[in-house]
Nanobody, 113 residues
Framework: VQLQASGGGLVQPGGSLRLSCTVSGIIGSNYDMAWYRQAPGKQREWVAD???????NYADPVKGRFTVSRDNAKNTLYLQMNSLKPEDTAVYYC????????WGQGTLVTVSS
C-alpha cells in the first residue's frame, strides 16, 4: 500500500490550496481516510477525516474553512483549504485505515505574506 500526497506550496494569508492523496495497492474503497498536519516544533495533529460511507469530521481550527472529500474511482483523497492562516503552516499527511494505518510522505503548506 502506498500513499502519494501532493498540492502543497506557498500561499498568502486568505488564499486557497487543494491537497491530493492518491492510494495504490488496495482493491476497492472500503477504508477510512484522513488528513493530519505537523507544524514546526509541534506534535502531529488530526485535521479531518472521511469514512468509506462519506461521513466527514473536522478539527475545530479548520471547521468552515477546509473541506475533505474523496473520489473512490480514482482512489484519491482531497483537502480543499480556503481562508488559509499563517497558523495553518505545516506538513500535511494523509492516512488510511485498512486493517493497519498507512501514511503518505507529507506535503508542505506554507502560509505567509
Amino acid at each position: 500500500v502506498q500513499l502519494q500526497a501532493s498540492g502543497g506550496g506557498l500561499v498568502q494569508p486568505g488564499g486557497s490550496l487543494r491537497l491530493s492523496c492518491t492510494v495504490s495497492g488496495i482493491i476497492g474503497s472500503n477504508y477510512d481516510m484522513a488528513w493530519y498536519r505537523q507544524a514546526p516544533g509541534k506534535q502531529r495533529e488530526w485535521v479531518a477525516d472521511i469514512g468509506s460511507g462519506a461521513g466527514r469530521n473536522y478539527a475545530d481550527p479548520v471547521k468552515g474553512r477546509f473541506t475533505v472529500s474523496r473520489d473512490n474511482a480514482k482512489n484519491t483523497l482531497y483537502l480543499q483549504m480556503n481562508s488559509l492562516k499563517p497558523e495553518d503552516t505545516a506538513v500535511y499527511y494523509c492516512k488510511i485505515r485498512f486493517i493497519a494505518d498507512y501514511w503518505g510522505q507529507g506535503t508542505l503548506v506554507t502560509v505567509s505574506s
